[in-house]
Nanobody, 126 residues
Framework: VQLQASGGGLVQDGGSLRLSCEVS????????MGWFRQAPGKEREFVAA????????YYADSVKGRFTISRDNAKNTVYLESHSLRPEDTAVYYC????????????????????WGQGTLVTVSS
């Protein structure tokens, strides 16, 4: 199983980025997907999650209204659109997958996730 995250980079305060995570080696439509992030010296935190069919999404309060998670089951890819980025959004962003066949929800708890990508660095300059 591989989760390949991409799209990170350096952006100015107020800017936008689109992160992608391409998944292989599993039946993508059976897995709920999440994005997490870890800033230097801090614990990994939940950012957003999306259920298997894509209609149910969850967001951390800190990103609600600025970030949008989506998925394309035909492309085995999950996305994170981020707008109005702030310096405090600077972190390594990780995508993750948890088995959710037949379920309508997705988890915020990183302990529930079975597979993780390698992370992509987002740096927001002030």
């Amino acid at each position: 199983v591989q989760l390949q995250a991409s799209g990170g980079g350096l952006v100015q305060d107020g800017g936008s980025l689109r992160l992608s995570c391409e998944v292989s080696g599993l039946t993508f439509s059976w897995y709920a997907m999440g994005w997490f992030r870890q800033a230097p010296g801090k614990e990994r935190e939940f950012v957003a999650a999306i259920a298997t069919v894509g209609d149910t999404t969850y967001y951390a309060d800190s990103v609600k209204g600025r970030f949008t998670i989506s998925r394309d089951n035909a492309k085995n890819t999950v996305y994170l659109e981020s707008h109005s980025l702030r310096p405090e959004d600077t972190a390594v962003y990780y995508c993750a997958a948890h088995y959710a066949y037949g379920e309508v929800n997705a988890n915020r708890d990183p302990q529930k996730y079975h597979y993780w990508g390698q992370g992509t660095l987002v740096t927001v300059s002030s």
